[in-house]
């Protein structure tokens, strides 16, 4: 019954499930974690990444990308396309019903909270300084790091057999809680296009009380900008010879 395509949508789905829902759980009204901060939040998403990648692992997708950039980044690197486009759509799907579910974990709390704009940050990322060549630059640094660093962390290099298994999803979840502290200020840390276009679109799509403008005219920065960083980490990794 497991699948690549199976583990690839359910790991999204736990991953947006609970990197939304933690967002969600700082800046909705009346929520017991209402205005804890930006730690919770990049805590949160390190402990979505580790959750959603051991899922999608139990569920048939041995790879856990969880992200079309990591995906695209992997697939220059090695010169095979072949799994892009079907984990794309895994991807993509898991993400909308990651952001639905999410929506009715909260569902009293979209009433509660007049602030549209704290809404859509549920969903999807947006800049702290509206700047499209700095956004764009922000997003490609930030999934360089991402791919670059989980390539030499299964490298060869460091383990000639890789980590030991399991050890690798914990240490792929501390980067992205890493990046979160270091680099995510500026827009909010994308790092992956499914991550913000599936919610996104989920946002678009559901009667969520009060809700506002999806802000499509930002969507582009974190779809293009981790598809480039992941595709300049996988050339630099093919490079360099890591695998």
């Known amino acids: 019954m497991t699948s690549p395509f199976l583990g690839e949508f359910l790991g999204t789905m736990i991953l947006i499930l609970l990197g939304d829902g933690v967002v969600a759980a700082v800046l ?28 999608a692992i139990a569920c ?17 690197r090695d010169a095979n396309f072949a799994k892009f486009a079907p984990y794309l759509a895994a991807q ?11 929506w009715l974990q909260y569902l009293p709390h979209w009433k509660e909270t007049p602030d549209a704009s704290a809404k859509l940050a549920c969903f999807s990322t947006g800049p702290a300084i509206r700047n499209v060549a ?6 490609i640094i930030a999934t360089f790091v991402l791919v670059f660093v989980i390539g030499a962390i299964f ?11 399991g050890v690798g999803t914990y240490l792929v979840a501390s980067l992205v809680w890493g990046i979160g ?8 840390y994308a790092i992956n296009p499914a991550r913000d276009l599936g919610p996104r679109i989920a946002h678009a799509i559901l009667p969520i009380a009060g809700k506002g403008s999806s802000d499509w005219s930002y969507a582009p920065i974190p779809i293009i900008g981790p598809l480039l960083g992941g595709a300049f980490a ?6 360099l010879s890591i695998k």
Do not use: C
């Open 28 to 55: 909705l009204k009346r929520s017991k974690a209402e205005g804890s901060g930006w730690i919770v939040i990049t805590a949160g998403w390190g402990f979505a990444v580790m959750a959603g990648a051991f899922t």
């Open 60 to 76: 048939g997708s041995s790879d856990a990308h969880l992200n079309p950039a990591l995906t695209l980044g992997f697939a220059v």
């Open 92 to 102: 993509m799907l898991g993400a909308i019903a990651g952001a639905t579910l999410v």
């Open 134 to 139: 700095a956004n764009l630059i922000s997003e």
């Open 155 to 165: 490298s060869k290099s460091v383990s000639a057999t890789g980590p030991a298994p």
């Open 181 to 188: 502290l270091s680099l995510g200020g500026t827009t909010g």
């Open 234 to 239: 996988g050339l630099l990794l093919r490079v």
